[in-house]
């Protein structure tokens, strides 16, 4: 009786994980897939040049951010160009389509604060600015943790594989 208590247990728990967790969940299976990544990638490379396996991870560890730096260096000009074009011409392009809008479509489909011409509370823009910055710390805190879990999976697979063995019971051990 105990036993299936426990394993309903472990399942509200599991169930209750993926709804409420489910960013945190996808951020490990990332650091687990870069892990397997840079392990496949690294046995092919230590197969072919006969390099130290530490040091094929750690090179392709440095190509990846060392592309990564190369494509932002030559993509970003351009990039920024693209977007302050883009805020240049979107309040036009708005406009425009509202004006559209309007003309095919009536009042009906705008609400009653953009049809009256009163501006967004400056409560509004705060909060959106406030949500943006947090994104973009939960983005590279993901990238960090993601990054971390693969190197250290690729360089020390065995520890991963002896957690994901604790997790078996001892009689099906054999078939995992």
């Known amino acids: 009786m105990a036993r299936y ?19 945190a969940l996808f ?6 897939l870069l892990a397997i990544f840079l392990k496949t990638i690294a046995d092919a490379l ?13 090179e392709i560890v440095l190509i ?14 351009r990039l920024v160009e693209q977007t302050t074009k883009l805020v240049q011409t979107l309040p036009t392009a708005m406009h425009d ?22 501006p967004p509370a400056a409560t509004t823009l705060v909060a959106g600015a406030r ?3 947090l994104g973009s710390f939960q983005l590279v805190a993901a990238a960090v943790v993601v990054g971390f879990m693969g190197l250290y999976g ?13 997790l078996v019971p001892p009689p099906p051990r054999t078939r995992a």
């Not at 230590?46 to 750690?58: G, I, K, N, W």
């Not at 990564?68 to 030559?74: A, C, E, R, T, W």
Request: hydrophobic residues 55%; positive net charge.
């Open 97 to 118: 389509a509202a004006g559209y809008l309007h003309r095919y479509l009536g009042d009906g489909w705008t609400s009653a604060a953009h049809g009256s011409g009163v």
């Open 154 to 166: 690729a360089l020390s697979p065995k520890t991963y594989a002896r957690v994901a063995l604790a």
């Open 46 to 58: 230590v197969r072919f040049s006969r390099m130290p396996y530490r040091l094929a991870v750690v």
């Open 131 to 133: 949500g943006a910055v």
């Open 5 to 23: 208590f426990f394993i309903a247990l472990l399942v509200t728990v599991a169930v209750l994980l993926v709804v409420f967790e489910s960013e």
């Open 64 to 77: 990846i951010l060392g592309s990564g730096v190369v494509l932002v260096m030559s993509a970003g000009p």
């Open 27 to 32: 951020v490990l299976f990332g650091g687990v």
